[in-house]
Every structure is written in C-alpha cells, then in structure tokens.
C-alpha cells in the first residue's frame, strides 16, 4: 500500500478515519469549553488547565486496569460505547449549576475509558489494513489528529464566543454521539483478537508480558520519555513569549504534520532503519538553540525542525508491532498511547516546576538535553531489525537424563509474549 488513494479505498479505513477525527474533535472542543467554564467560576489557572489536560493524567489509571479489553472485546461495540459514554459524560458537564468539583470528577472519569480507547482504535487498524500498511494508516490518522486539534480549539473559541461555553459543550457531546453513529454504522463486526474475560489483572498480566521482553521495552521507553520532554517544552510556549506563543504552536503543528507525511507516506522502508535514530534525536535537538534565547524567526524554525522528528513514534509503532503478537496488538498500542499521554503530561508538570525555578528558556533547554540523552542511551537496544514473534516455535528438543535443565540461549523463555501468531487479516 504506497498511496492515499489505495489507503481510503481499503474497506472500514474511511469509517476508522472519521470516527476518530470526531472523537478528537469532541475531545478539543469540550476541552476549550470546559477549561472556560472552570476559570471563569474560578479565577485558578491550575483547575482550568486540569480540566483541558486531566483526561490524559487519568489514563494511566485505565492503563492498569482496562487494557485487557482492549483485545478481548469486538472492536466495533467498544468504539460505540466509549464515544456514547463520552458524549453523555460531556453533556451532564453542560448542567446548569453543577458544582466545579464534579465537573472535574467527569474529567478524570472520561480519562480512564479514553486508554482503553486508544488499544481499541489502533488495534483494530491492524485488522483493516495489511502489516506494510500500517505505517501510512496510523501517519493519516496522527495527521488527522493535528489538524482537528488546530481547528477544534478555533472553533471551540468561537463557539465559547457565540454560544456560551454550556452551549460548546453540548456542541461536542453531538460530535461524540456522531461518532457513535458512524461507527456503527461504517465499520464491520470483527471478533476480539483474544478470548477471556478482561479484569484488571489480565490487564496487569499483559502489561506484565509485554514488559519483559527487552526489546519491547526499549521501544516503549523511546516511544514515552522523549516525546514527554519535548511536550513539557511545547507547554513553556505562553511564558517564553506570550505574545507570539500562538505562532510557535503553530509551527509545531505544521512540523508534525510534515514529518508525517513524509514518514508515513514518502519514506522508502529501506531508508526506515537508517533514519529512525536521526529522527529520534531531531526531536530534541533544535530546542538547544533555546539557550541562546533566539530571535522569533529563529525560534519558529527550531520548533518545526523539531516538530518533523515526533515522526519517529511512527517507525517506533512499526518496530513494536513486529516485537508484539496480534493477541496482544490492542493492547501493546493502548499502552503505548496511554503511557505517552501519560508522560506528556508529567513532561509539561516538570517543565512548569523547573521554569518556576530558573526561566522558561533554561527550562527549555534543560529537557532538551535529558532528551538527547534518554534517546542516546536506549540506542543500544533499538539496533538492528526487530525479531517477529510470528516465528514458529520449534518443539522443545528431547531432553536426556544427564542434561542440564533449564533454558538455553536460543529459549524464547525470556519473552512472555512468544507465541504462534495467524497471519494478519487483509482487506
């Protein structure tokens, strides 16, 4: 699959694509509306920014205990019933008199489902779309995400204008319920991927196994540590330069979305591996000219030059899916999404306290260079082409009496995860 054209003509990607984009829409604008609501009968810029970013602090709690789900639900009914619970929940943040505190109880509420949402949505994109797919489908959607943030938090401002931020919300609650239909609607019934009941501890027994193989938990770490840090710079935008803070956003937008379409759909996957650790270290390493405290001009390329290496996390989805058999796909990319999420906002918690402390450049520039650091030291481990689980397992050889026992070298004993696979669905 090398085109857009091959990609929104495969069955369900269009229906996947569009019930995305509005959850992220839904998510955006209740965001904005919410965030409004909470410091105009408040006065705290602490409680407004938790009610914009408190869903992504509380998916750590569904990662601990949802993600089991992820792969042991039909994916169509999941999607359904996440994007109408979250519809309901932003709508009875719509009421009339309800108390700040309760409002911000939905928010963290919301959190924990939206982790298992992530394991779901990308799970499933592994059942639509072919392996050598993957890569270009998952770029569309990141591409769709950035695009829907911009335009979700200019609409969600001018609908706060014109309708009250009471009104906005009930805006995206429909946004939520549209999901809901076309999902539904648009996407075909598949099987769960695993069999078993979910439970929080199937939920901590596969965070279990796919954290011991080491390789796996390279990618995570590359895929949860620098992307946070470089987020917690993103956060120090308004107090390095409040009035062009909005220009640099921008510029971060517009180099993600770059770097996406160039990853996802220009880069050849000869060139994957040769790249994937230059990527990695653009991430960071344009920040360090924060520094100097340069010009705007100059800040603005820095910040899109960067923006180009969050491309990377593409390649790195690419390697963990390789590494994770497709019983646990759903629930290997929830637990990538939730703990990114997740760090993103420790990332932005840290940037704060330490330009509280020093400035917003020296701040800038200091996670920038632990960055640099964290993505040189798990170099090592990201090496190489990664060894599929699909293998088959050779039976174990007959053992003699006088054999030692135990595992040997070439034991897959050290991966939880090392099983026999099917090979994946194709559209």
Avoid at 139 to 150: A, E, P, R, W
Avoid at 272 to 299: E, I, K, N, W
Avoid at 349 to 369: D, E, F, K, N
């Amino acid at each position: 699959m090398d085109t857009y054209r091959d990609l929104f003509r495969t069955p369900e990607y269009s229906s996947l694509f569009a019930t995305v984009s509005l959850q992220v829409a839904g998510r955006t604008v209740s965001g904005i509306a919410l965030g409004s609501l909470v410091y105009a009968s408040t006065g705290s810029a602490l409680l407004s920014a938790l009610a914009m970013f408190g869903p992504s602090l509380a998916q750590v709690v569904g990662a601990l205990t949802l993600l089991s789900a992820a792969d042991r639900v039909p994916p169509r009914a999941a999607l359904v019933a996440l994007a109408l619970f979250l519809g309901l929940a932003t709508a009875a943040q719509a009421t009339p008199g309800l108390p700040t505190a309760a409002a911000l109880a939905l928010v963290l509420v919301q959190g924990v489902p939206s982790a298992l949402g992530g394991g779901v949505r990308y799970g499933m994109l592994t059942d639509i779309l072919a392996r050598d797919g993957y890569l270009l489908g998952r770029s569309v959607l990141n591409m769709s995400t950035g695009v829907c943030q911009i335009l979700g938090y200019t609409m969600g401002g001018l609908l706060v204008a014109v309708l009250s931020a009471r009104g906005t919300l009930l805006v995206a609650a429909g946004l939520y319920g549209l999901a809901a239909v076309v999902a539904r609607c648009g996407l075909s019934r598949h099987p769960a991927r695993a069999a078993g009941r979910p439970s929080p501890r199937e939920t901590m027994r596969g965070n279990a196994a796919l954290w011991s193989s080491v390789p796996r938990r390279y990618v995570y770490l590359a895929l949860w540590v620098p992307n946070g840090l470089i987020v917690g710079c993103e956060a120090l935008f308004v107090p390095y330069d409040t009035r062009h803070a909005g220009v640099l956003l921008a510029s971060a937008a517009l180099g993600m979305l770059a770097g996406d379409i160039l990853t996802g759909r220009f880069l050849p996957p000869r060139w994957r591996a040769r790249l994937a650790a230059p990527l990695r270290l653009l991430l960071a390493v344009p920040y360090l000219v924060f520094a100097l405290r340069p010009a705007l001009p100059f800040a603005v390329a820095a910040v899109a030059l960067a923006s180009v290496g969050f491309s990377a996390s593409l390649l790195l989805q690419e390697r963990l899916m390789a590494l994770t058999p497709e019983r646990l796909s759903g629930h290997a990319l929830g637990l990538h999404t939730a703990g990114m999420l997740t760090m993103q906002g420790v990332g932005a918690v840290l940037a704060g306290a330490l330009a509280q402390a020093t400035s917003p450049a020296t701040a800038m520039t200091a996670l920038a260079v632990v960055s640099v650091a964290v993505t040189l030291c798990l170099g090592r481990g990201l090496k190489g082409e990664p060894v599929s689980p699909t293998a088959p397992v050779s039976p174990p050889a007959p053992v003699s009496p006088t054999a030692p026992v135990g595992p040997t070298a070439a034991s897959p004993a050290d991966d939880a995860c090392t099983t026999p696979r099917p090979r994946p669905r194709t559209p």
